[in-house]
């Protein structure tokens, strides 16, 4: 008989999900993005409700720039493991997170009343959302380039067990690269959005955001368990 999971373990892994600071983030993100996709920006509750959300979201990026220039700061040279031009874009995506995020506290503290010139409040808003679209086109960009080295070739004197496995472990490579690219291009034409640079209508970006943010939390979901095997059945 087969085995399911029980409730217990779906809390679980929802608990895991919500333990994550990250993971705080990213379930008001979706909300804030349920409600702009609702009211169409339009004034009213809903469109309240969104504000009060995304202002909600800035504590949990409190030590995002740092964390997103951890990695260039403990190796900032190039190493021997992945290709240069990859090393070379994930730096400069890290850099521009960095910028998304330390940018994204002076848009709060303009919100908050503690910057209280208008254009340097837009000026920033505009920093910070530029930066994200081109870190999202960094993931875009790596991704793809992951995606084309990923093609199998068959090996001299190899065996057809050995060739369909190597292939089995590229599709499923290959399918985890294509989502995160997906994610990227979702990003950047959001952002693109919300910098009015591309004429996407208020209820389009919420849309792109809810598809964005559905995916930002799927992707800091912790593992289920493993099922326990079921049961041999015994002989009669």
């Not at 379930?27 to 959300?53: D, E, H, R, W």
């Amino acid at each position: 008989m087969a085995q399911n999971y029980t409730y217990v373990d779906h809390l679980q892994v929802l608990k895991g999900f919500c333990d994550k600071a990250d993971g705080k983030d990213k379930l008001t993100g979706l909300i804030q993005y349920v409600c702009m996709f609702l009211s169409a920006n339009q004034p009213g509750k809903i469109k309240n409700i969104q504000a009060s959300v995304t202002a909600a979201r800035k504590i949990f990026r409190v030590v995002r720039p740092l964390e997103s220039l951890t990695p260039l700061l403990v190796a900032p040279g190039f190493s021997g493991k992945d290709p240069k031009v990859i090393q070379l874009i994930n730096k400069l995506k890290a850099v521009l997170m960095a910028m998304y995020f330390g940018a994204d506290h002076f848009v709060w503290a303009y919100q908050i009343g503690l910057i209280t010139d208008k254009k340097a409040g837009e000026r920033w808003q505009k920093i910070s959302l530029w930066s994200w679209a081109l870190g999202s086109v960094c993931t875009v960009a790596a991704e793809g380039y992951g995606v084309a080295a990923l093609s199998v070739k068959r090996k001299e004197g190899e065996s057809e067990e050995d060739y369909k496995k190597r292939v089995e472990e590229a599709r499923k490579a290959i399918n985890q690269k294509l989502l995160l690219l997906v994610h990227g291009l979702l990003q950047a034409v959001l952002a693109g959005g919300l910098l009015q640079t591309l004429p996407l209508k208020p209820r389009t970006v919420g849309f792109l955001g809810v598809a964005a943010s559905a995916m930002n939390c799927y992707f800091l979901m912790p593992a289920y368990p493993k099922l326990a095997a079921p049961p041999k059945a015994k002989a009669a």
